[in-house]
C-alpha cells in the first residue's frame, strides 16, 4: 500500500492494525485484516487466569475457545501449554481462514482443532475448560461508536441487550463440561448481572468475576 493510501485510509478511521495487518496479544504478533476482531489486551486476561491453573491440570487437558476470531487465544493457549489438546470454533469461515493462517505461522496447526459452526454446536466430546471472547457490545452502543465502525460487526454486537449470545453459550455448556471443569468468558464492564444469571443457568456451579486493573468486571468465572 502507499504511504498516501495509508495516511487517507487512516485518517477515515481504518484502525492502524488492519493497515499494518498485524495485532500484538500476549507478547506475540498476529495476522489481522477485516475479517476478524481485532485483539484486545484486556483478553490476555483470559490467557492469564488460565495459565494460572496449568500446574493442575490433567494429562492432555481439553480446552476449547470459541469465537476464535484471529486465534490469538487458542494458539497463545498451544504456545504455553504444550500438551494441552485445544479446540477452536467460529461461526465465520473467514474469521477460520485468518486463525489456521495464524496457527501455520506458529507451527501449532497440528495442536489445534479447528471447527466452523455456532458456538458448541460443532463439539461432540466433552472438554475440561471453556473460554470465550464471544460479541457482548450492544447495538445500540456499537452504531454510537465510530472506532468499532470497520471491525466484523458480528465479532462485536451480542445478541439481545449484548449478553444474548453468551447466554446462549451458557445454556449449551452444562452436558460439554467435565466435572471438574471451568469457564472463563470475557464480559463487558457492566454486564456483572451475567453472575445471576449463569447461576440460575448452571445450578450448582460456583460463579464470580475477575475485575480489571480498573477494578470493572472482565471476565465471568465458573467452576464446575
Ligand atoms: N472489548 C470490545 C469493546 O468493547 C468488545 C469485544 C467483544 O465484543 N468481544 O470494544
Redesign the pocket.
Known amino acids: 500500500m502507499e504511504f498516501a493510501d495509508w495516511t487517507r485510509r487512516r485518517s477515515q478511521g481504518v484502525p492502524l492494525a488492519y493497515l499494518r495487518q498485524w495485532q500484538e496479544f500476549f507478547g506475540r504478533r498476529f495476522f489481522v485484516d477485516q475479517r476478524v476482531?481485532i485483539p484486545?489486551p484486556?483478553t490476555e486476561l483470559l490467557i492469564e487466569e488460565t495459565l494460572r491453573f496449568a500446574p493442575d491440570f490433567p494429562e492432555n487437558v481439553r480446552i476449547i475457545d470459541v469465537g476464535t476470531g484471529s486465534g490469538c487465544v487458542a494458539i497463545s493457549l498451544a504456545l504455553e501449554l504444550p500438551k494441552a489438546q485445544l479446540f477452536a470454533t467460529d461461526i465465520s469461515p473467514d474469521a477460520l481462514t485468518v486463525a489456521e493462517r495464524n496457527a501455520n505461522a506458529f507451527k501449532v496447526h497440528d495442536r489445534i482443532c479447528f471447527l466452523t459452526g455456532d458456538l458448541l454446536i460443532p463439539i461432540q466430546q466433552k472438554v475440561d475448560w471453556i473460554l470465550a471472547?464471544?460479541?457482548?457490545?450492544a447495538a445500540q452502543r456499537w452504531q454510537q461508536?465510530l472506532s468499532?465502525a470497520y471491525e466484523p460487526r458480528a465479532?462485536?454486537v451480542?445478541e439481545g441487550d449484548g449478553t444474548g449470545t453468551i447466554c446462549r453459550l451458557l445454556r449449551q455448556a452444562l452436558p460439554l463440561l467435565n466435572h471438574p471443569g471451568r469457564m472463563l468468558l470475557?464480559i463487558?464492564e457492566d454486564q456483572g448481572g451475567l453472575v445471576k444469571k449463569a447461576q440460575s443457568l448452571l445450578p450448582g456451579a460456583e460463579v464470580d468475576l475477575l475485575l480489571d486493573l480498573a477494578g470493572l468486571p472482565r471476565l465471568l468465572r465458573i467452576v464446575v
Do not use: H, K, M
Open positions: 476482531l484486545r484486556e471472547n464471544l460479541p457482548y457490545v461508536e468499532l465479532a462485536l451480542g470475557e463487558g
